[in-house]
């Protein structure tokens, strides 16, 4: 039978190295079977997230062959499998042990954006009335599985450690989700602007190139947020009615 | 106690899940401190999984639809062992919980005039799926996951409970651990809700994730609590089967629900073969009239390919077995079929099935919109766990409630699809509801140090075992010994094979031996979880010795047929005062007479 080498880190809380494994492969394995027949004959402390197995929960997120990626998703018959596969942990997030990483952060980040305001009710019995196309608009955002692996890539976060003063691609999503939710009144414009950070994306698309879920993250996220933005704080007209008119900040 | 990190709440809801974020928010508005314990990731359970939908009779696409004919449904998927009055509140309530997901920002597929609207599924009389294409379950969980981060729920994420405290007859917490570091903690709450979903990982070919190991059932079966039905194991009739590495993932009834039909090697539609009397006048007699069925005939019946679960399972079994199957041991579902019949086909399956699209392409090569799927049988979902009280959700242990897949009553010997997200939704609503009500009106118990120490030495043991047997080894012999011996169809001598097998298992998984040291340590956490199957795998087969007729995904090879006498009862088992498992048949209460008479209309 055909075997293949993965070279995994192990280590913990980022002091580790990379650790060959050789073991047999099989039609249609991904990379996430062959971590496991690993851990269950060869590294049973092995530590590695992993749920769904099908790319809909966003759990096996790591990086192959230094590309990021869904464990679950890559197809060992995409890889050169000639020299041995790296698998390693994501490298924006603080390293717990092995492939598995600090996430925290992010459920901490979502906390922070004001929540779906829904606007009343159109019909007496409570319920509301929504066109099917309103609905397909902001699919593409909620099909999000928060793997993450946007935020992995992006050089904010990844290079610059601007945790503290930018959200992320995923959650510029779950924002433009709720910005563009047929339903929703809220208002998070001032938000994304300030705290958010948006104004630090600069469009190097690399998040929507990683996301598994083929979401097209800058050019139907984040850039229509940024125009928003723009609008409503940029523009001459509406910044006099700002001053003038309503104060919103 | 000091090495113990200590948290003290009213409400400990023990899972993450549809059923258990359910719970969370509902205990949370009636202004009670509320934690909830999830064994991965927030959002990550299996919930997140769930595709075609949640079943509503709101009527929205068929007008002749309305709770009575949800609950006369249920009752005859279930094959009449249900709970009757689970059944009611959940074909009553279950509507309103999918407009209250709206109104905290869900968006569903609409009709044509903006409502919210229903698809066809296996066992439902009308379209009644309120879907957003194939990903209801992500679109459930994240709504409920978005809303519940907003109410100062304390969520403890990767943390394993290993055991449910007890202060005499009550429930005053639970012991457990985190992944991250092998710490214990101990959390002392006044009610517990279990909600830790099922029992998939204890078959080697499964729909579920590592996570579901039967820990809510075992947990509650240590502590005295009865289970019900656990010989009623689903298997989903669609997973994939090839490659080896995918089998299992399911594949949504969807599928069937938008037209697909399934063929033998043949072609034939072999459905056809073999109507249960039980739906004869309900299925079409022609392929045609299936057709239009599907496509929103309200004259039409549905198409074979849309009956029970346990139905389709078994006849997909015997196709395989007299040699009509697909190559690779299964059949072939086959949805692209409808371009013979509408002319924008391949948009409308993108569109309606994105994620099975998605995922054939990827991991099998396979263009769904071209091409036929080959699936087969996979173990999906168990029937069976804590027995509760129908309105309030409590087992017959005092603060510890269950909802959802870790409980029984609602779904009898056969679940509907469908009916387990609303399941989550109306029955996590309730057991939250009550189990806060329940914490308001008492006290935190005692804790008893001595349980505490004895549970963490027998989880530190593992550690010090001299390495003869591997955790994951003993595992995959046990689901192996369940998939060959106690699956789709069962006979006694199989069986008691499988008990011998069991007990063996149970010692070698005593001297399972883990590396490493207690940080994430994967190996450790499957040893541990290892307890719990081989406990639930235990029950499932003794359970199923026990009931000696063939009734929904119960079916005896040395008892075909269905015994009338078995109809009246179903089988509990509670932990005996020896540790022995004590079985007993528990009559079921005889039918409301209203709700008999609901059952009677609807034959």
């Given amino acids: 039978m055909a075997t293949a080498t993965f070279r995994i880190w192990r280590g913990e809380k980022g002091r580790g190295g990379f650790q060959d494994y050789t073991t047999e492969i099989a039609s249609g394995m991904v990379v996430l079977d062959a971590v496991h027949q690993i851990q269950a004959e060869q590294a049973g402390d092995l530590s590695v997230r992993w749920n769904c197995k099908a790319g809909k929960c966003g759990s096996c997120s790591a990086e192959i062959n230094g590309m990021p990626k869904l464990m679950c998703m890559t197809r060992l018959n995409a890889l050169p499998l000639d020299k041995p596969v790296t698998v390693e942990p994501m490298k924006a997030f603080p390293h717990i042990k092995d492939l598995v990483t600090d996430v925290a952060w992010n459920y901490l980040v979502k906390k922070r954006i004001p929540k779906f305001k829904p606007r009343p009710p159109d019909a007496p019995d409570g319920t509301w009335r929504i066109a099917q196309q309103d609905v397909d608009r902001v699919q593409e955002f909620r099909k999000c599985i928060e793997c993450y692996l946007c935020q992995d890539v992006c050089h904010v976060l990844r290079e610059h450690h601007m945790q503290d003063q930018f959200i992320g691609p995923r959650f510029l999503v779950y924002a433009a989700a709720l910005e563009m939710h047929p339903l929703d009144v809220g208002d998070r414009l001032a938000d994304l602007r300030k705290q958010f950070g948006i104004g630090l994306c600069n469009i190097t698309k690399c998040c929507t190139k990683v996301c598994p879920e083929n979401i097209t993250i800058t050019d139907n996220a984040i850039i229509p947020l940024k125009e928003r933005v723009v609008g409503r704080f940029f523009d001459p007209l509406s910044k006099l009615f700002r001053i003038f008119g309503h104060g919103e900040n | ?370 091409e036929p799927m080959e699936v087969g049988p996979t173990t999906h979902y168990v029937m069976g766990g804590v027995r509760v009280d129908a309105d309030s959700q409590m087992s017959d242990i005092p603060g510890l409630f269950a909802a959802g897949e870790c409980a029984a009553g609602l779904h009898g010997a056969n679940r509907l699809g469908g009916n387990s997200l609303s399941d989550l939704l109306v029955f996590g609503k309730r057991a939250g509801e009550y189990a806060a009500k329940f914490a308001k009106e008492t006290s935190l118990g005692r804790l008893n140090t001595k349980n505490l120490e004895s549970a963490e030495r027998s989880a530190l043991r593992l550690f010090e075992n001299d390495g003869s047997e591997n955790p994951y080894t003993v595992q995959h012999t046990l689901q192996d010994v369940m998939q060959e011996l106690v699956g789709i169809v069962r006979q006694e001598q199989e069986m008691r094979q499988a008990l011998e097998r069991i007990q063996e298992l149970r010692a070698a998984s005593e001297r399972v031996s883990v590396d490493g040291n207690r940080e994430y340590n994967s190996g450790w956490h499957t040893a541990l979880d290892l307890r719990n199957l081989l406990t639930v795998s235990e029950i499932v087969t003794l359970s199923a010795l026990e009931r000696k007729e063939s009734r929904g995904a119960h079916f005896r090879d040395d008892f075909p047929v269905k015994d009338g006498q078995s109809s009246t009862f179903n089988i509990v088992v509670r932990k005996g005062v020896n540790g022995e498992m004590q079985f007993i048949r528990e009559p079921i209460p005889p039918v409301r007479a209203d709700l008999r008479q609901i059952i009677e209309e609807m034959k």
Wanted: proline letters at 3%; hydrophobic letters at 40%; aromatic letters at 8%.
């Fill in chain 2, 1 to 370: 106690m000091a090495e113990y990190v200590q948290h003290e709440h009213d409400v400990l809801i023990i899972g993450a899940g549809g059923a258990g974020l359910r719970a969370a928010v509902e205990a949370s508005a009636a202004g009670v401190r509320v934690a909830v314990i999830s064994k991965s990731l927030l959002g990550k359970a299996h919930t997140v999984m769930a595709e075609g939908g949640i079943a509503a009779a709101m009527g929205n696409v068929d007008d002749r639809d309305d709770w009575r004919v949800h609950f006369s449904d249920t009752m005859r998927g279930g094959q009449y062992l249900n709970n009757w009055r689970m059944a009611e509140l959940h074909a009553k309530e279950a509507p309103a919980c999918v407009r209250e997901l709206e109104a905290w920002g869900a968006l569903f597929d609409r009709t044509k005039d903006g409502r919210i609207l229903q698809r066809n599924f296996g066992g439902h009389r009308y379209p009644r799926l309120a879907h957003v294409g194939d990903r209801t379950g992500l679109e459930m969980i994240r709504t409920l996951q978005d809303h519940g981060i907003h109410l100062g729920l304390d969520v403890f994420m990767e943390h394993t409970i290993i055991m449910l405290l007890k202060d005499d007859d009550r429930v005053v917490g639970a012991f457990g651990y985190d992944r991250e570091r092998g710490r214990f903690h101990v959390f002392r709450a006044k009610a517990v809700v279990l909600a830790t979903g099922g029992i998939g990982r204890a078959y080697k070919i499964t729909s579920n994730s590592w996570e579901y190991t039967g820990d809510g059932h075992s947990l509650a079966y240590h502590a005295g609590a009865a289970l019900m039905d656990m010989e009623f194991v689903q298997f989903h009739p669609t997973g994939m089967i090839w490659p080896p590495s995918v089998r299992g993932i399911l594949v949504t009834e969807g599928v069937r629900g938008e037209g697909g039909v399934l063929r033998n090697r043949n072609g034939e539609r072999f459905m056809f073969k073999d109507i249960p009397p039980l739906y004869a006048g309900q299925t079409a007699n022609s392929e045609e009239e299936g057709w239009r069925y599907t496509q929103g005939d309200k004259d039409a019946r549905r198409p074979p390919e849309l009956l029970t679960r346990d139905h389709v399972a078994r006849c997909i079994r015997q196709e395989v077995r007299e040699g009509r199957g697909s190559p690779h041991g299964g059949v072939f579902l086959d949805i692209a079929w409808i371009k013979a019949k509408v002319p924008d086909a391949q948009e409308r399956i993108k569109k309606k099935l994105p994620s099975m699209y998605h995922q054939f392409k990827q991991l099998a090569d396979i263009d769904i919109t071209q």
